[in-house]
């Protein structure tokens, strides 16, 4: 396993020693034109201050960029942050594709838009849309339908049963039938916290 300490120091040595190699061939490029020389180096000086500072906010960054993006807090809980149209999206990888669900507290059960069953696997032609479901825009037809996994973080269930949304759904929903399966939901905040 890669040790994260020796890892960032590793990648502080090379942005230094980058930045010496660039400074140094400038120096030596333009004598002649110090002031400009020293125009340069102050701008890359600032470049790499930016880098190391973009570097120490990563996490923060790709929350704010990824908010679907499951992260892990510790082996058994996994935190989900709000979006800023107020919902919780998540991207889980079903059947080996990734796909992004809207956390509904209010849907029963796992339902796919068309598009998401057909990038998983699911042959539409061959599925019964003979079931109905209530839903905000009224009654849709669904066809039930069995998913091999879904991931989500490192947390792998097998064998979930789902629903084809038969109507027009832009974003899949990930209903209490998969949100049972952890024994505490929090939220706090902006943020969702799944505990297994």
Not at 101 to 107: C, K, L, S
Request: no cysteine; proline share 2%; net charge positive.
């Amino acid at each position: 396993m890669r040790d994260p300490n020796g890892y960032n120091e590793a990648t502080l040595i090379y942005l230094i020693l980058l930045l010496i190699v660039i400074g140094g061939s400038m120096m030596i490029g333009s004598r002649r034109q110090l002031n400009r020389t020293l125009q340069q180096l102050a701008i890359w000086g600032l470049i790499f201050i930016g880098m190391i500072g973009a570097y120490s906010m990563r996490t923060q960054i790709e929350e704010q960029l990824f908010p679907s993006r499951p992260m892990m807090i510790d082996r058994g809980s996994v935190a989900v942050n709000r979006a800023w149209d107020g919902h919780f999206y998540v991207d889980m990888v079903v059947n080996g594709r990734t796909i992004e669900f809207v956390v509904d507290t209010g849907a029963s059960n796992i339902v796919l838009s068309k598009s998401d069953a057909q990038s998983v696997g699911i042959n539409l032609d061959t599925l019964d849309f003979s079931g109905r479901a209530r839903t905000a825009n009224g009654i849709v037809s669904t066809a039930p339908v069995q998913l091999q996994s879904m991931d989500l973080g490192r947390f792998r269930d097998r064998n979930l049963r789902a629903s084809v949304n038969g109507g027009e759904l832009d974003t899949s929903l990930l209903g209490m039938d998969y949100l049972k399966r952890f024994t505490k939901i929090e939220i706090t905040s902006d943020r969702l916290l799944l505990i297994r």
